[in-house]
């Protein structure tokens, strides 16, 4: 081996670049193969644009998702989180295909659990799309410190 890479030096080259770009694509592709519901990403803030009004609103995306799976039953994705301020439900992600994506996890997990009911059970639930819970208040949106006066003279 020592002798064929002193006669052919490019193949020693050759073989540390294939290692190397290995290396960089497992090293990069790494953080594109976690869960959608990783610890990290639920501590991640998405906004909720209420299309009624306008406002936003901000939450962590843990108690998002939490909201969509606790009504325990398929969601419409035309229907959004229901804005507190007028009662009709026009909160959605401000993203869209996050919210797609967000909808369709959830009525897949419930497919899955409704499937493992025995058919007697699963006979007997609501098939219709469960309206979603109330969204968090646009005026009680958590205020950042870019505004205080703290640590002026």
Known sequence: MREVLRKRPWLGWGLSLVLFVVIAWLWLGRGQSESPLSPERMQ????????????TAQMPRGRFEKMLRDTGA?????QGLVNPKTGKPTGFLFDQREWEEAVARVNE?????RAGLPDDVRKTLDER???LPKGPDPAKEPSGDSGSDSGSP
């Open 44 to 55: 991640e803030t998405v906004t909720i644009k209420y299309a009624d009004t306008g406002e």
């Open 109 to 113: 997990q419930i497919d899955r659990a």
């Open 74 to 78: 398929k969601l419409d994705p035309s």
């Open 129 to 131: 799309p469960a309206s």
